[in-house]
């Protein structure tokens, strides 16, 4: 019988580490995360548990795209889990007053699985990152939780 594993650090490609500072001093500090190191080509980032490597490529080898609404899933991406949906909220809420927008806002996505809430950011070097939490449903219809439709990014938002 194999024995048990986990994930302890993740090293993303970046091109630009002054932005990537910028941006993930934010995000990842509202995550509980701190920044422990930097270099002129790499910055990394930890939170006791898991530490996030971002590195300097000068000959990029991957190529993103930003996400444009129209997934129902974005396969790659960074999921966080939080303990609720509030927390959600609280982080979506802290991270714009820093200017840092999400591109879904936090939301109910019933159809991932019941309880599921998220928003959704994309940093400078179009990763994507989610934030999430899987709260029993039925505490969420005692709170007044409703339902909410597909999740429309906030471009398509403000078209509709």
Same mark, same amino acid.
């Given at each position: ?14 091109? /630009?580490? &002054?932005?990537?500072? %910028? *941006?993930?001093?934010? *995000?990842?500090?509202?995550?509980? *995360?701190? @920044? ?16 996030? %490597? ?5 000959? !990029? @080898? ?7 609404? /129209? ?7 960074? &999921? *966080?889990?939080? /303990? ?17 927008? !999400? ?17 959704? %950011?994309?940093?400078? /070097? ?10 029993? !449903? ?7 939780? &409703?339902?909410? !439709?597909?999740?429309?990014?906030? &471009? ?5």
């Amino acid at each position: 019988m194999p024995g048990s594993s986990s994930l302890r650090h993740l090293s993303l490609e970046v091109s /630009d580490i &002054a932005r990537t500072k %910028w *941006f993930y001093d934010r *995000f990842l500090g509202q995550l509980g *995360f701190r @920044r422990f190191v930097e270099e002129a080509g790499y910055v990394a980032y930890t939170d006791g548990d898991l530490t996030l %490597w971002l590195i300097h490529e000068r000959s !990029p @080898r991957i190529r993103r795209r930003a996400p444009t609404g /129209d997934e129902e899933v974005i396969a790659e991406h960074l &999921a *966080f889990h939080v /303990d609720s949906a509030a927390r959600v909220s609280a982080i979506e809420a802290a991270l714009a007053r820093s200017e840092v927008y !999400p591109v879904f806002r936090g939301e109910e996505h019933p159809e991932f699985r019941a309880g599921y809430f998220s928003a959704t %950011w994309v940093d400078p /070097d179009q990763i994507v990152l989610e934030v999430y939490t899987v709260e029993n !449903p039925a505490a969420r219809r005692r709170t007044g939780g &409703a339902k909410k !439709p597909k999740r429309r990014s906030a &471009a398509k938002k403000k078209r509709a």
